[in-house]
């Protein structure tokens, strides 16, 4: 992991990957920590490592709909331009942490085809109090569909009220389409 000011880990971050599924796991931590993972892999729950003066843990899942507009799609298909990507979640991470004084930041957000149903995204917060968690992971969310260059392919059902099985480009978290 590149550090980033203001957030850092004292151990060991591990990223345990097995069987298609991405697993982030903390080792002991003493200070803020951010991790920001982009992957093609399904996303799991972090093991439940939590620092010792936190008081509230609050886990943000973004799942992928069966609708877009008034079709039925079958997943979304997200695109992302990585570098850029990685660099603004890091930004988003860091400043959320000094924000909110929080423990532990986790981002991770996947590319490439998600299914209806499956998780495209997880945002975990740790911090001393429980207002201030709810309110950095609102603040996480829209500030990633707002800054980060990832977009969405839906992948719309045939038969459907939408687009028989075509794919149509929208962008869902960045200004402009990829270059």
């Not at 951010?34 to 899942?61: Q, R």
């Not at 890091?90 to 929080?102: D, V």
């Not at 209806?116 to 569909?145: M, N, P, Q, W, Y």
Request: one cysteine or more; charged letters at 20%.
């Amino acid at each position: 992991m590149r550090p980033i000011s203001h957030c850092f880990e004292f151990n060991l971050r591990i990223l345990i990957e097995a069987n298609g599924v991405v697993t982030p796991y903390l080792t002991r931590m003493v200070n803020p920590v951010c991790e920001v993972f982009l992957t093609d892999s399904h996303i799991a729950a972090p093991a439940e490592s939590v620092p010792g003066e936190t008081g509230a843990v609050v886990d943000f899942w973004g799942v992928v709909r069966g609708l877009e507009g008034n079709a039925e799609i079958t997943g979304i298909e997200y695109e992302a331009n990585r570098a850029m990507a990685e660099y603004q979640l890091r930004a988003i991470a860091e400043e959320a942490a000094i924000t909110f004084e929080l423990k532990q930041i986790i981002i991770c957000h996947r590319i490439g085809f998600v299914a209806t149903g499956e998780a495209s995204l997880l945002v975990r917060v740790g911090t001393g109090h429980r207002a201030a968690a709810f309110r950095a992971i609102e603040e996480v969310v829209d500030e990633l569909k707002r800054r980060a260059p990832i977009w969405k392919h839906p992948q719309f059902r045939v038969g459907s009220s939408g687009e028989s099985g075509a794919r149509s480009s929208s962008l869902v978290l960045a200004d402009s389409p990829p270059a």
